[in-house]
């Protein structure tokens, strides 16, 4: 699944693509993703892309008048083709902008094509999302008081969107590595001092994955069509039973929420 870092790259890809041209068509091959594609977005030609922002693992390129709100769900992957490049069975979107095409594919289909005219921020899917962990809102002071009477581990809190949004499995157990927090501490232990390394870590982790293009261990193609390349230097992340990279300890799996976690039990306390 496509978490921030790819989400990330694929923004920062095709921004200069589609920023300052025009919607010269829009083609919907199949309307059914993971909620119908509005009718609205079938008549978004003529209007001039203003830019491509994120929210979350939200993609939102501002039309003017509205935002076309993107979500590449569990296996989407957006790329800019040229006109006339023969659509594949899972190429359901396309929104063509002169000669150049932005084209979305998605076998499963959980992924999101929305149009809203109200201000973006305000929309159902984005109104209650967290702190975005890469601007300076998420800081030490503000990250202590989101862990104040939480009392689930610090991993589950990391991946609870409505805290900090966009920081998925992989990334919580990395940035906790760096932290040196240990990933089932009840979160609301965390110092002001655990709170500052957290912090810093979380956006240390971030910021390297999307240096590095993303990660991504399947269904990803970047926004130019290279494929992340991440995944081997993860530092505790699918490394069960290998030795820390610090310590030579070697680094544990446990299950928390249904999900893996990976770490280091003596770099991490
Ligand atoms: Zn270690």
Same mark, same amino acid.
């Not at 990334?171 to 957290?198: C, H, N, Q, V, W």
């Not at 970047?222 to 390349?229: C, D, I, P, S």
């Given at each position: 699944?496509?978490?921030?870092?790819?989400?990330?790259?694929?923004?920062?890809?095709?921004?200069?693509?589609?920023?300052?041209?025009?919607?010269?068509?829009?083609?919907?091959?199949?309307?059914?993703?993971?909620?119908?594609?509005?009718?609205?977005?079938?008549?978004?030609?003529?209007?001039?892309?203003?830019?491509?922002?994120?929210?979350?693992?939200?993609?939102?390129?501002?039309?003017?008048?509205?935002?076309?709100?993107?979500?590449?769900?569990?296996?989407?992957?957006?790329?800019?083709?040229?006109?006339?490049?023969?659509?594949?069975?899972?190429?359901?979107?396309?929104?063509?902008?002169?000669?150049?095409?932005?084209?979305?594919?998605?076998?499963?289909?959980?992924?999101?094509?929305?149009?809203?005219?109200?201000?973006?921020? $305000?929309?159902?899917?984005?109104?209650?999302?967290?702190?975005?962990?890469?601007?300076?809102?998420?800081?030490?002071?503000?990250?202590?008081?989101? $862990?104040?009477?939480?009392?689930?581990?610090?991993?589950?809190?990391?991946?609870?969107?409505?805290?900090?949004?966009?920081?998925?499995?992989?990334?919580?157990?990395?940035?906790?590595?760096?932290?040196?927090?240990?990933?089932?501490?009840?979160?609301?232990?965390?110092?002001?001092?655990?709170?500052?390394?957290?912090?810093?870590?979380?956006?240390?982790?971030?910021?390297?994955?999307?240096?590095?293009?993303?990660?991504?261990?399947?269904?990803?193609?970047?926004?130019?069509?290279?494929?992340?390349?991440?995944?081997?230097?993860?530092?505790?992340?699918?490394?069960?039973?290998?030795?820390?990279?610090?310590?030579?300890?070697?680094?544990?799996?446990?299950?928390?929420?249904?999900?893996?976690?990976?770490?280091?039990?003596?770099?991490?306390?």
């Amino acid at each position: 699944m496509p978490e921030l870092p790819e989400v990330e790259v694929t923004r920062r890809g095709l921004a200069p693509h589609l920023a300052g041209r025009v919607i010269s068509a829009v083609e919907v091959r199949q309307p059914q993703l993971r909620w119908p594609v509005p009718k609205a977005v079938l008549s978004l030609a003529g209007r001039t892309v203003r830019g491509v922002t994120r929210r979350g693992k939200y993609l939102l390129v501002d039309c003017g008048d509205g935002h076309l709100i993107l979500h590449l769900g569990m296996s989407g992957s957006l790329r800019v083709i040229p006109p006339g490049t023969p659509a594949e069975k899972h190429d359901h979107f396309d929104l063509v902008l002169g000669d150049r095409v932005l084209r979305l594919r998605d076998p499963r289909r959980f992924g999101a094509v929305l149009w809203t005219s109200d201000a973006v921020e $305000t929309h159902p899917l984005l109104a209650g999302l967290g702190v975005e962990p890469l601007s300076q809102a998420l800081n030490a002071t503000r990250l202590y008081q989101l $862990t104040r009477g939480y009392r689930t581990a610090i991993k589950l809190f990391l991946m609870d969107g409505r805290r900090i949004v966009g920081v998925g499995n992989i990334y919580a157990s990395e940035s906790l590595f760096r932290a040196g927090i240990d990933p089932r501490k009840p979160a609301k232990r965390t110092t002001p001092e655990g709170a500052m390394k957290l912090a810093k870590a979380i956006k240390d982790t971030l910021r390297a994955a999307i240096k590095a293009g993303g990660s991504t261990l399947r269904d990803f193609v970047g926004a130019e069509g290279n494929a992340g390349y991440m995944q081997n230097r993860f530092w505790v992340y699918d490394r069960a039973g290998k030795p820390c990279r610090r310590c030579r300890t070697p680094i544990k799996r446990i299950v928390q929420g249904q999900r893996s976690t990976y770490f280091c039990p003596r770099c991490q306390k």
